[in-house]
């Protein structure tokens, strides 16, 4: 199974500053039709997880320009610029390429 | 808009059965691949089950600590996805999400497994 692993495990970001968050796959995800189905998403407390980047980079309807998505082969990344009050959560990659799918471990996203 | 409203959560004793039902609207159903996802209690994400659409030949793929006790099954012409849970353990407690194709997802409904 493709062990996606998150870092770092929780982050406190200052109101408008910048955050990273890695996700590396212990396999590639390019699927054999070229496209790489790794995603991001965000769960803030109480709620659905609500998606914020597909393949890679694409974001999602209604995502702000604050959110970007980076990465290739088994290295991806999520940037959070201008942190505010409402990113804070728990954020996932997930990965479509190979079955069974399967979810990081989370980045717990604090406020200072 | 699209919607997504999980049913049939509760309280399950171990060993039982339960069939789980997502209603959904707001967009062409048949078109899409539906999926259920849980959370365990204070734990991560953890992918469980899809139904592909019948253009994929309704395919279904299971996650490995799932597999040979749940079914996911789909009616194309209610607009539901189901997931039938036979031989519940205490280990699939959590909330249940189902979503189509990942990008939008319902509020979930809670399982929890206990005597």
């Known amino acids: 199974d493709v062990v996606l692993t998150q870092t770092p495990v929780s982050l406190l970001i200052s109101l408008g500053g910048q955050a990273s968050i890695s996700c590396r796959s212990s396999?590639?995800?390019?699927?054999?039709?070229?496209?790489?189905?790794l995603h991001w998403y965000l769960q803030k407390p109480g709620q659905s997880p609500q998606l914020l980047i597909y393949?890679?980079?694409n974001r999602f309807s209604g995502i702000p320009d604050r959110f970007s998505g980076s990465g290739s082969g088994t290295d991806f990344t999520l940037k959070i610029s201008r942190v505010e009050p409402e990113d804070l959560g728990v954020y996932y990659c997930?990965?479509?390429?190979?079955?069974?799918?399967?979810f990081g471990s989370g980045t717990k996203l604090e406020i200072k | 808009e699209v919607k997504l409203e999980e049913s049939g959560g509760g309280l399950v004793q171990p060993g039982m059965s339960v069939k789980l039902s997502c209603a959904t609207s707001?967009?062409?159903?048949?078109?899409?691949?539906m999926e259920w996802v849980r959370q365990a209690p204070g734990k991560g994400l953890e992918w469980v089950a899809e139904?592909?659409?019948?253009?994929?030949?309704?395919?279904?793929y299971y996650g490995k600590s799932v597999k040979g006790r749940f079914t996911i099954s789909r009616d194309d012409s209610k607009s539901i996805v189901y997931l039938q849970v036979n031989s519940i353990r205490s280990e699939d407690t959590g909330i249940y999400y189902c979503?189509?194709?990942?990008?939008?997802w319902g509020q979930g409904t809670l399982v929890t497994v206990s005597s």
């Open positions: 707001g967009f062409t159903f048949s078109d899409y691949w």
């Open positions: 997930l990965q479509r390429t190979h079955n069974p799918l399967t």
């Open positions: 393949q890679v980079s």
């Open positions: 139904i592909r659409n019948k253009a994929n030949n309704y395919a279904t």
């Open positions: 979503t189509e194709g990942f990008a939008y």
């Open positions: 396999q590639s995800l390019v699927h054999s039709n070229g496209n790489t189905y």
